[in-house]
């Protein structure tokens, strides 16, 4: 299948090229503070609020580059809408690495994903002094301003100025050092709370069994619940999915080999391997665990590779999950080049939607998109309910591996599809949805999303209208400069400006 797939998209025209989207990982090096005046089309006077987006600032310290985007230092890019106007903001988080290797002028820490300190397996060998680099989302809670990253506790920022206030432990719920996830999910309304709003996250601690706790937050950002729960083996999850009952994680099946890592030759990420013959185990906690209930469900499915989930929503004892799922992980090797990466030699991400039966412990999986995507967005409102639209980062092309350059809406009752791309020389991140204020349909707002232009090697900040995203660009807000492709990030209606 994927040989067919590699042949067919040999003898198509490709919609980019690796010179255009390498220019879209430099370095920002600058700290930017202006109001945007390059724009194209208006911005909206009801989209009033703030983007916050986290991803790597850095992809190399003085020149030393680092080797894998995900070992980048986290920078926070702010857009702030206000009376149709907008303001940019960037600033680099002052993790204690960030600040230790700009002083020193090279990289002191080994990354995760396998950037190493000069000198080679030497220099490294049995150093696991992870650096904390704070890159991988940022959300707005309880006046908090938080940049985090899966394997530790939050940084603080103060939202007006983006300065770092250092290390949060959320009213010293969390211990020095330990992990809270990236991929926090807010409940719109939470039964146990009386309707109210909850923010829900997980963390894990390797190990030859794995710790998950679950962390549920009130909109003031107080921890108000928190449970622990043992699975057997080595968990590598990025990402997890809610209900109004159940938190649901799947485990890919990977197996984790540290002696190469321990022994300084290659970062822990690509230590990690995919076992392809093993099933994905799909562990569902209840939220609020009674006693004497059992409490973790694991059921088994022979999907693939999966970093990140759409939605879930749940009917009697049947819930449904939608993921983007990939055939096999491509694995960083010690030595390789990102830059450098063959697009069409990798499996594409796809959309699949899983039928977990809770009753019977199966699971039956049905394809809802081929085509390209990753980075998913939904109406906030319908976290962890049935929901009709998404819209995803997408490639041009139908078929085949390659970057993100398009936006792709799915109508999942219809079956509609509609696609803006920046093809060729734009790519495509992280779309966020916006609702607009008072709106009652679920696709009424807007689409914000940075893509990167490679033809003038800056960021252009994109606004769609979400009923209608085919029908191009409502704005399109050029900055002066470039934004290294980031990862994810966050809306809120507080609008923040410098002071
Ligand atoms: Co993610």
Redesign the pocket.
């Known amino acids: 299948m994927q040989n067919l797939t590699n042949q067919q998209t040999s003898t198509l025209e490709k919609s980019y090229t690796r010179e255009d989207w390498q220019g879209g990982y430099q370095s920002l090096t600058q700290e930017f503070d202006y109001w945007i005046d390059d724009i194209e089309g208006q911005i909206p006077l009801e989209l009033q609020g703030t983007l916050f987006r986290n991803g790597p600032g850095l992809l190399d310290v003085n020149g030393q580059r680092i080797h894998h985007p995900f070992d980048g230092d986290g920078m926070i890019s702010r857009i702030t809408f206000n009376h149709s106007r907008a303001h940019f903001r960037n600033r680099f988080i002052r993790t204690e690495g960030y600040l230790a290797e700009q002083k020193a002028g090279k990289i002191l820490y080994r990354g995760v994903f396998g950037t190493q300190k000069p000198g080679g397996w030497l220099a490294n060998i049995f150093d696991f002094k992870l650096k904390h680099i704070a890159n ?2 940022v959300i707005y809670l309880g006046d908090k301003l938080l940049a985090l990253w899966e394997a530790a506790e939050p940084y603080r920022l103060n939202p007006y100025t983006l300065e770092t206030l250092g290390k949060e432990y959320l009213n010293g719920t969390l211990s020095e050092g330990e992990a809270f996830g ?2 926090p999910r807010l409940d719109p309304s939470c039964e146990q709370d009386g309707g109210q709003p909850c923010l829900v996250n997980f963390s894990i601690k390797p190990g030859l069994s794995t710790t998950i706790t679950i962390f549920e937050l009130n909109l003031a950002g107080k921890v108000v619940r928190k449970h622990a729960h043992s699975v057997p083996g080595f968990c590598f999850i ?2 997890f999915v809610i209900t109004p009952n159940y938190c649901i994680l799947f485990q890919n099946p990977v197996a984790f080999n540290p002696i190469s890592f321990a022994l300084g030759m290659r970062g822990a990420g690509e230590c990690i391997k995919v076992q392809p013959n093993q099933p994905t185990q799909i562990i569902v906690i209840p939220r609020f665990p009674q006693p004497g209930q059992k409490e973790v469900k694991i059921l088994e499915t022979t999907s693939g590779f999966i ?2 989930h759409v939605n879930a929503f749940g009917m009697g004892d049947e819930i449904f999950v939608d993921s983007i799922c990939y055939n096999s992980l491509p694995e960083v090797e010690p030595g390789s080049d990102f830059r450098q990466v063959n697009f069409e030699a990798l499996t594409p991400g796809q959309l699949w939607r899983f039928y977990l039966n809770l009753n019977d412990g199966t699971v039956q999986q049905k394809l809802i998109e081929k085509r390209c995507c990753e980075f998913p967005t939904i109406h906030p409102a319908k976290v962890g309910r049935s929901y009709r639209y998404l819209y995803i980062g997408a490639a041009h092309a139908q078929i085949g591996n390659a970057p993100l350059q398009a936006i792709l809406k799915i109508d999942l009752e219809t079956g509609e599809r509609q696609l803006w791309s920046a093809a060729p020389h734009g790519f495509m991140g992280e779309p966020i949805f916006v609702p607009r204020p008072g709106a009652e349909q679920e696709d009424d707002g807007w689409l914000l999303a940075l893509v990167y232009d490679a033809t003038y090697h800056r960021t252009d900040v994109v606004i769609l209208d979400a009923k209608n995203p085919e029908k191009g660009a409502i704005a399109r807000l050029h900055l002066k400069h470039h934004i290294p492709y980031g ?2 990030g966050s809306f809120t209606s507080q609008v923040f400006l410098p002071n």
Do not use: P
């Open positions: 991988t989302n990236a991929h990025h990402d970093f990140h990862l994810h």
